[in-house]
């Protein structure tokens, strides 16, 4: 089994004890161990991969989250459907996720502005920065820790790997922007530049601008120019198109900026 983004088993490994690491710290942090599930995987350990698989299906059920339980479902048909234990431990897990749900309802969606948005694809950005040696491992540790202490929190702002380097004043922070704007083709943008449009501003619920880093700020034909603060996040944009009813074009923008612009858009009048 190959290394995610072509990295070595060796860097997997280190991701493994930070990911530990973080745990020992927040041990009952579903995303963070759903990395470390899925890591133990990719090194081939079936046996840690399971038993922390377990653990995630124990937590899952005590916090109620149905998203983690429909993953936890599907990573057991994919081991082993047709063993009894796995039989059994999927019954179960089905009954917990019925009794949460009305009958004949989808599971209900989280709110928008709830919890920490995107938080899988901000790891994913931060696995990234570090196979590409823009952060350091000990900093590459702590974006972890921080993405996962936040984002159980109602922020006012999206929670991002871009917010936690601007916030902890990152060094490197300019060297990083122009990383990412080579790397996935897509420039960076100045929103001050931008006239001020309170019509546009309202293309997108003010919830989903506040949880997701995705802000409208510029109309270009038919078509929204997008600000984002994530450049892996696909899904993103394509919910934003869906919100918007119209196609989007992202860039990428510094988070302070975003952040302006996010206050803006809660309050017109005071612009």
Known sequence: MSMPNGGSR???EQNVVMLEQILEVM??????MRSLFEASLT???????????????????SSGNLEMIDYVLAQYRSIAEDDADIQAKMARLQTVKNGMMPSGEEPPSEPAAEGGGRI??????????YQDEVVSQEEYSSILHDLTELSGNKMGVPVTVLHILHDRQFSRFERLMTHLCQKYSMPVMVLSQFDENEEISRLLPLEFMSANGAIPFARVGGD??????????QELLREAET?????CHPY???????????KKAG?????
């Open 120 to 129: 899988e694809a901000e790891m994913a950005l931060a696995w990234d920065l």
């Open 267 to 271: 309050n017109p009048a005071e612009y």
């Open 224 to 233: 929204l120019l997008l600000g984002v603060l994530n450049p892996l996040d």
């Open 243 to 247: 919100l918007s009813g119209s196609t």
């Open 252 to 262: 990428l923008v510094q988070p302070d900026e975003y952040d302006r612009q996010l």
């Open 43 to 61: 090194l081939e350990q079936p046996e840690k991969a399971f038993g922390t698989l377990q653990r995630l299906d124990e937590l899952s059920c």
């Open 10 to 12: 060796e860097e997997l």
């Open 27 to 32: 041990p009952d942090d579903l995303f963070t």
